[in-house]
Structure formats: C-alpha cells, structure tokens
C-alpha cells in the first residue's frame, strides 16, 4: 500500500520535478473549467485536509504552476492553474501513465485486471461507510 506512492512519487519527481500529490492536485485543476477551483472543494477532491493543501498550493506558487485568486463577493480562495501549470500536466502525464502500466497492470492477466477493479471498489465503498459512520466529516473521493 506504501510501496506505489512512493515508486510514482521517484519517478515524477525525477522526470517531472513534481511530487504525486503536486501532480495529482494539478491533474485536478486541469480538469476544472476555467482550470481553477475553490480551495475547500479542491482539499475534498484531494482527499487531503485544507492545511496540507495550502503547502502544496504554496509550493506550486513558487513553481509558477499554480495562483491562489480571489473571487468578487465569494467567499474563499481559488487555486489557479497557470499556463505552465498545465504543460506540466500534460508533459508529465504519459509518464504517469506509463508507470501506472508498468508497476500495476503489466503483471496482470485480464481476469486480474477484472479482479483487482471489483477488489478496488469494494474496499473503496468500505473505507466510505466506515469513515462515515464513524464520523468522519470527509469521506474520501471513490
């Protein structure tokens, strides 16, 4: 379980320069209209809490591929795809892809493929309930 995030996060970070979870927070931006969410929604959709968020906004601030705005007579603040924001996403997606491939799926026959979605989804829908019914005020994105 540990093992994957860290093997992605070597490779995006050796040819990207962007951790899993930059390119992950940049992947959603990318799919945004107007490539730009409030920042709460997008913690949500990160499964991340707010704080660790901001960090990582920080960073990509930094990096240029990222803006926080603020929007006339709404409350919050958005984060931005920039330009080059987005040409990192797409530079950095066939890699992403390739990875995913090469560690998850090469070694699968197709009834594997089969079983690990159907496994996929019920342990999904599991942590859901559970963190639900335990109270959890943000069950993670399925």
């Known amino acids: 379980m540990t093992r994957l995030p860290s093997a992605l996060d070597t490779r995006l970070q050796r040819e990207s320069g962007v951790t899993h979870?930059?390119?992950?927070?940049?992947?959603?931006?990318?799919?945004?209209?107007?490539?730009?969410?409030?920042?709460?929604?997008?913690?949500?959709?990160?499964?991340?809490?707010?704080?660790?968020?901001?960090?990582?906004v920080s960073k990509l601030e930094r990096l240029g591929l990222a803006q926080r705005v603020t929007t006339q007579g709404k409350r919050g603040v958005?984060?931005?795809?920039?330009?080059?924001?987005?040409?990192?996403?797409?530079?950095a997606a066939p890699g992403y892809l390739d990875?995913?491939?090469?560690?998850?799926?090469?070694?699968?026959?197709?009834?594997?493929?089969?079983?690990l979605a159907d496994l996929t989804e019920i342990l999904a829908t599991r942590l859901t309930d559970t963190l639900t019914r335990d109270g959890a005020t943000d069950p993670p994105q399925t």
């Open 21 to 56: 979870f930059e390119y992950w927070v940049l992947t959603l931006l990318s799919e945004e209209p107007g490539h730009r969410l409030q920042m709460s929604d997008l913690a949500h959709k990160a499964n991340a809490s707010l704080s660790r968020l901001s960090h990582v």
């Open 99 to 115: 990875a995913m491939r090469r560690f998850i799926f090469d070694g699968l026959d197709a009834d594997q493929k089969v079983s």
């Open 78 to 91: 958005q984060a931005v795809l920039t330009d080059d924001g987005y040409l990192k996403v797409v530079e």
